[in-house]
């Protein structure tokens, strides 16, 4: 028969995003439903992204994937659900220089390679899963012509990982928890463009590069079986603070922004500790962290900066300008000289802008 040597390929890149209102529990492990909604900001793709190529070609015999150069295995659940699901949605592809048709329905059958790298040390301890199943998701759906319809691909990239629903959009997002048993009205949706309230800096001060002992998944999990806290917080405390987060965002009020944001810091790491077996996922350099900010914070007239900490001991800190994000900087270099056995490492990220 006739030899078909071609191959399609597909590149994009995402960046990270950063909650401000945390995502912690899930209702549904399988399909990653949340017990909450959750709004965060998407990062400028320069600094912490991932960027993936796809391939299809008739001549690769499975489905594989390499991950920063180094294969890994596609086998788990997630990846599959993903596979799946975006294979499901595929389109007819034509591409006429390669004399090359692909009818929607011949998408089961040809196999896809994957290469994705992160531009950041995976080591670092920041995250990387909201940034890779995005764009794992986002560049297949480029590749194989799958449209977006009412963020049916957030809704996918959520079945990779749950934060990765929200890095599908640029600037500030939030993910609606849904109603649906099947997790279709789960999705993100774009609150403001990366160019509203774009000179608000955020600054991600590298604690500790060590990974975490406790992985989101299997902490949630913890949290949705044995805190009291989760279930106040999720069904009394964050439908408000979602509806006050969204005002602040429309009116960009930074005071607003600030107040909820750490509140909502700290309420998460409460939940950890109403866990049981408690989680600890800040040390004492980001209680340090916490207590300067808030020192500074009430010695103004309005609020200067935001911290907020995700699963890690790692402090985000929002500051409204690169003004403040200049003194901010030199207050941690005051309270944190750089010594040789000190790991606090300052990455300036810029505007948030992508
Ligand atoms: C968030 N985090 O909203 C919260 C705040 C960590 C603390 O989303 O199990 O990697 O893959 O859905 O998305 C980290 O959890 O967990 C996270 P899975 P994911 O950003």
Request: charged letters at 20%; one cysteine or more.
């Amino acid at each position: 028969g006739e030899v078909q040597s071609w191959v399609l390929m597909a590149t994009a890149r995402a960046p990270t995003n950063i909650a401000l209102i945390k995502y912690w529990g899930k209702r549904d492990e399988a399909l990653i439903l949340p017990t909450n909604d959750s709004i965060s900001v998407t990062l400028d793709p320069d600094h912490l992204s991932a960027t993936t190529t796809v391939a299809v070609s008739p001549s690769f015999k499975q489905d594989r994937m390499w991950l920063n150069g180094k294969e890994i295995s596609l086998s788990g659940g997630r990846y599959q659900n993903c596979l799946r699901e975006i294979r499901k949605r595929a389109g007819d592809v034509e591409d006429e220089k390669k004399g090359v048709r692909i009818k929607k329905e011949d998408w089961e059958k040809l196999h896809l390679h994957i290469a994705s790298y992160n531009n950041f040390p995976t080591a670092a301890g920041l995250a990387s899963s909201a940034a890779g199943f995005a764009c794992l998701v986002f560049t297949l759906a480029k590749l194989m012509n799958v449209k977006e319809e009412n963020g049916d691909l957030s809704a996918i990239a959520r079945q990779g990982s749950g934060s990765a629903c929200r890095s599908m959009y640029g600037g500030f997002v939030k993910w609606t928890m849904g109603n649906d048993a099947d997790g279709s009205d789960s999705i993100a949706v774009q609150l403001a463009s990366n160019t509203h309230w774009d000179d608000l800096v955020i600054i991600v001060a590298v604690v500790s590069s060590k990974q975490k002992e406790t992985s989101s998944t299997t902490g949630m999990r913890g949290s949705v079986e044995t805190s009291p806290l989760l279930q106040y917080r999720a069904k009394t405390v964050v439908p408000s603070r979602v509806l006050q987060m969204e005002e602040a965002i429309k009116s960009c009020d930074f005071a607003s922004l600030v107040g909820l944001t750490c509140a909502d810091s700290n309420q998460f790491h409460a939940v950890c500790l109403d866990t049981s077996p408690p989680i600890f996922y800040m040390n004492d350099t980001s209680r340090r962290i916490i207590s300067l900010v808030e020192r500074w914070n009430r010695s103004e007239v309005s609020p200067q900066v935001a911290y907020t900490f995700d699963a890690g001991p790692n402090a985000v800190l929002i500051a409204p300008n690169r003004k403040v994000a200049g003194l901010l900087l030199q207050r941690l270099l005051f309270q944190f000289p750089p010594l040789p056995d000190n790991e606090l490492a300052s990455y300036i990220l810029g505007d948030k802008s992508i």
